[in-house]
């Protein structure tokens, strides 16, 4: 029995593999960084909030991609599976 992939299922499938392939990129080789990103916080001001990641916050961010990734593939298989 061959599994059959609408097109939906492709892209999931290589939105899993971005995931993990990154993933497996911030575990492996973590980074020290920082970033802006807009908030509307405190009273709608609009401000840019400057975020510090520390390599271990970098692993961990990594490893909740593997498991986001992995996750994904795996239901994508088995829904493809018992259809």
């Known amino acids: 029995m061959t599994a059959r992939f609408e097109t939906?299922?492709?892209?999931?499938?290589?939105?899993?593999a971005l995931l993990i392939f990154g993933g497996f990129f911030a575990l492996l080789l973590p980074q020290d960084f920082t970033f802006g990103r807009a908030t509307n916080f405190p009273k709608n001001r609009q401000e840019t909030l400057?975020?510090?990641?520390?390599?271990?916050?970098?692993?961990?961010?990594?490893?909740?991609?593997?498991?986001?990734?992995?996750?994904?593939?795996?239901?994508?298989?088995?829904?493809?599976?018992?259809s």
């Open 50 to 82: 400057v975020e510090h990641v520390t390599p271990r916050q970098s692993r961990v961010y990594g490893l909740l991609a593997v498991l986001a990734g992995a996750g994904l593939s795996s239901y994508v298989l088995w829904a493809s599976r018992s």
């Open 8 to 16: 939906t299922d492709k892209v999931a499938l290589v939105i899993a």
